[in-house]
């Protein structure tokens, strides 16, 4: 099981970081990943973590930061500078390969909203 917190409404150039708490199985095998979507777009690869080697997606690279506490069953992610772009939901999935499409992500949990306002 994976439940996300800690989305909401900040203003453009804030900060936010998001927690993704993991349960229910051992991940620390898997490649969790972040993904967001906004309405009416896809999903889209925010940024992953697996065996702390890090990937991300385009233009998320220098704001955002993955990383994970296993012992604590915790994904965080770090948002920087948040554009008003980044508005989404942000969900956790976890995946047991490296891959940045959401068709290899076998899990996921509900979600949390982010809005950034300008």
Not at 6 to 20: F, M, P, T
Not at 33 to 43: C, L, M, T
Request: glycine share 12%.
């Amino acid at each position: 099981q994976l439940v996300e917190s800690g989305g909401g409404l900040v203003q453009a150039g804030g900060s936010l970081r998001l927690s993704c708490a993991t349960s229910g199985r051992t991940w620390s095998a898997y490649m969790m990943g972040w993904f967001r979507q906004a309405p009416g777009n896809e999903y889209e690869f925010v940024a992953g973590i697996r065996f702390q080697k890090t990937y991300y997606g385009d233009s998320m690279e220098g704001r955002f930061t993955v990383s994970r506490d296993d012992p604590k069953n915790m994904v965080y992610l770090q948002m920087n500078s948040l554009k008003p772009e980044d508005t989404a939901v942000y969900y956790c999935a976890a995946s047991p390969r490296i891959s940045q499409r959401p068709q290899d992500f076998n899990s996921w949990g509900q979600g949390t909203q982010v809005t950034v306002s300008s």
